[in-house]
């Protein structure tokens, strides 16, 4: 049982070039999210999932698009990298009843 | 419009006394409340909660405690050791979010020194 994994672990893109990053769980969760973390700014929602085929915006969702075609999947997509959207992202899931949500070890994405 | 704030980004304290790491909110919508921990390079992880109904939560050394009227949560750590180093967030969900969606405090980075 992995828990949720998130693919890669760390990426270096220039400004304007493409990348999706890969969230993967084993638990059956029926809710996946995916937060940036900045310093000094905690963790701030993207995007959210509350079932496969449906995802809603977050807090700061400009810049990014996801996708939620398999339950177990949830898709970051950064379609034309900038400077600002160098961070730490997390992704998460939680079971429908509990109100707690089981992260990633994150991916490290710098922008140059 | 930071809807959960911590005020104290660093604690230190000495090992075996009493941490206690404060958390304010400004939405009244608010009924459910959890503590993460979140080492370097590592997701954030589950610590423990607590619901609007209760004003106190209890896990081992982690005690939790809310008061309502001053929407204001806080988390003691009884006694600290030095592996309890680490950034703590707080996070808060209402009822009325869209996707049960948390919403984070900055973080407190915590310091117990041997």
């Known amino acids: 049982n992995a828990g949720v994994t998130q693919t890669p672990k760390f990426r270096v893109l220039k400004t304007g070039q493409s990348m999706t990053l890969l969230c993967a769980q084993d638990?059956?969760?029926?809710?996946m999210y995916w937060y940036r973390q900045d310093p000094g700014m905690g963790l701030r929602l993207i995007h959210y999932?509350?079932?496969?085929?449906?995802?809603a915006k977050g807090e700061v969702p400009d810049g990014y698009n996801v996708s939620r075609l398999k339950k177990q999947n949830f898709l970051l997509g950064l379609e034309s990298a900038a400077p600002s959207q160098t961070s730490v992202y997390f992704c998460?899931?939680?079971?429908?009843?509990?109100?707690?949500?089981?992260f990633g070890p994150g991916t490290r994405l710098t922008v140059l | 419009d930071q809807q959960v704030k911590q005020n104290s980004p660093s604690l230190s304290v000495q090992e075996g006394r009493i941490s206690i790491l404060n958390c304010d909110y400004t939405?009244?919508?608010?009924?459910?409340f959890l503590w993460y921990k979140k080492y370097p390079a590592e997701g954030p992880t589950f610590l423990i909660s607590?619901?609007?109904?209760?004003d106190k939560n209890e896990d081992g050394r982690f005690t939790v405690f809310l008061n309502k009227s001053a929407k204001h949560l806080s988390l003691h750590i009884v006694p600290s050791q030095p592996g309890d180093s680490a950034v703590y967030f707080c996070a808060a969900s209402g009822r009325e979010t869209s996707g049960s969606r948390l919403t984070f405090g900055e973080g407190t980075q915590l310091t117990v020194n041997p």
């Open positions: 939405n009244s919508m608010f009924d459910y």
């Open positions: 999932s509350v079932g496969e085929g449906t995802t």
């Open positions: 998460a899931s939680r079971s429908r009843p509990y109100n707690e949500q089981f």
């Open positions: 607590i619901s609007s109904i209760k």
């Open positions: 638990m059956n969760h029926e809710y």
